[in-house]
């Protein structure tokens, strides 16, 4: 009896204690909830926010960013289509405006990296200081620099970092060839207008070379992006200043007149200042020989020949332009898709313009390694987009061929298109090829057309007498 009893006390006993615990237990667990929730109250008034805030706290900041992102592009998108809004209807009709803003803008002294000089005397006289900014390769700054090669005129090059363009920043015009006539900070665009500008204005000179200049007036055409483009409708023309401009008003210049009138008037000029004959005298002139008569005219003709320079037939200058807007909207659009055809043409195409350039000596080596590197895997994408752009053979090559033999057909049994001496055509050609002469596309070229012994007597005539001297810093 006394078991049973000591028995149900400790079964009283544990069961008393088991609630006891409980009841413990359950107390701590309240007094940690109760703490815990003072400790997010308090969390919440020193600005920490607990997690059942967090969401709309966490959508005002979000909405927050999203307004100040379309702030900022609204703004930006507003300057870039302001730009040039409110200069729009100025230069439009005058772009003197925006080349004087570009003039202000550009560094001072130009970084120039080359002064070409010549060791003969300038076939024309040129008294302006050129800085040319080129590419070193670029087909349309290799015109340009035959042409002054050509006609031995100095100029100093800057050579343009083709990946980061940093030295023609300051130009509203993006592309290259820039030519700048240093003595009345005037710009010139586009090679083809470059050529004709300098080349009108050695055929007549005038008091200022912006007299002629003037007359190479861009159109220029903004897009919705905001961007600029420019065109030159009478690129290819040379023109004629007024009088007025001239530095030599009495100066003759044939332009579109035919040789044959040029002698036709010089007859009549000196048959106007002949004195007056009498009756007897008179007659005994109609007694002339053809013979005499055919002297004459031969001795006047070569008169003007040797006193009026530059005696061209309209047909001979209208060649002249259809074959210079051939070499830009043709035959330049074949060179890029053959020298860049593969990955590793590509690369060895810009190692070898690196060379060319002397790259090494005016880039650093970081910028040489993207320009090489990046530029080739660059143009290796962009070669394959011109070959379908302008419809070219599945083989490039073909149709590099055809359009060099095409030349070669309209130069004909001439030393030059031209004629005896090279016109404005035979050098375009000419310098558009230079751009890929280290290329293995030009060798291929050179054995697989005609081509050659036109290229050397080019090559004979607008190399000689050059020096280019490459300026270290």
């Not at 002294?109 to 302006?128: C, G, I, M, N, Q």
């Not at 195409?349 to 005016?362: N, P, R, V, Y």
Request: aromatic share 12%.
């Amino acid at each position: 009896m006394s078991l049973l009893l000591i028995s149900a006390t400790r079964t009283f006993q544990c069961f008393f204690s088991r609630q006891h615990l409980l009841l413990r237990s359950s107390r701590l667990v309240s007094t940690q909830i109760n703490t815990d929730i003072h400790q997010t109250k308090r969390q919440d008034l020193k600005g920490d926010y607990p997690s059942s805030s967090r969401p709309s706290r966490q959508y005002r900041y979000y909405l927050l960013s999203i307004a100040a992102g379309a702030l900022i592009g609204a703004a930006y998108t507003l300057r870039q289509s302001k730009k040039y809004e409110g200069l729009m209807p100025e230069y439009l009709s005058n772009t003197e405006l925006l080349e004087r803003q570009a003039m202000e803008a550009r560094p001072l002294p130009p970084p120039v990296t080359r002064h070409v000089t010549f060791s003969k005397p300038p076939r024309e006289d040129f008294p302006f200081k050129i800085t040319l900014y080129q590419y070193v390769t670029c087909p349309f700054c290799c015109k340009v620099r035959a042409y002054l090669n050509y006609n031995r005129i100095p100029y100093d090059i800057v050579e343009v970092n083709s990946v980061m363009r940093s030295e023609t920043k300051w130009s509203t015009y993006k592309k290259v060839p820039i030519v700048v006539i240093e003595n009345e900070k005037i710009q010139l665009n586009d090679s083809s207008v470059i050529i004709s500008a300098i080349e009108s204005y050695s055929r007549m000179p005038t008091k200022a070379f912006k007299n002629v200049s003037k007359l190479y007036q861009s159109i220029i055409e903004k897009d919705d992006k905001g961007k600029l483009s420019f065109s030159y409708p009478n690129k290819y023309f040379l023109v004629e200043p007024l009088l007025d401009d001239q530095l030599d008003p009495t100066k003759q210049v044939q332009t579109e007149k035919t040789k044959n009138d040029a002698i036709d008037n010089k007859v009549k000029q000196t048959q106007n200042n002949e004195p007056s004959k009498s009756f007897f005298a008179k007659f005994f002139s109609k007694s002339k020989s053809e013979n005499e008569q055919t002297s004459t005219s031969n001795s006047l003709e070569n008169e003007t020949t040797t006193k009026v320079s530059y005696v061209k037939s309209s047909d001979q200058y209208k060649l002249e332009r259809k074959w210079r807007e051939w070499v830009d909207t043709k035959f330049v659009h074949t060179l890029s898709p053959n020298i860049y055809c593969t990955f590793k043409q590509s690369l060895n195409t810009f190692l070898w313009f690196s060379k060319a350039g002397d790259w090494e000596q005016i880039f650093p080596w970081y910028q040489r390694w993207i320009i090489v590197y990046i530029g080739a895997i660059v143009m290796r994408v962009v070669a394959g987009r011109l070959k379908s752009k302008y419809n070219l053979n599945d083989n490039v090559r073909l149709s590099l061929y055809e359009y060099a033999n095409e030349w070669v057909k309209a130069v004909g049994n001439k030393d030059f298109l031209g004629g005896s001496e090279p016109n404005l055509a035979d050098l375009n050609v000419y310098g558009v090829l230079t751009a890929i002469q280290g290329c293995e596309a030009f060798q291929d070229l050179m054995s697989n057309t005609k081509i050659q012994p036109w290229f050397e007597r080019m090559k004979n005539l607008v190399e000689s007498g050059s020096v280019g001297n490459v300026v270290t810093a």
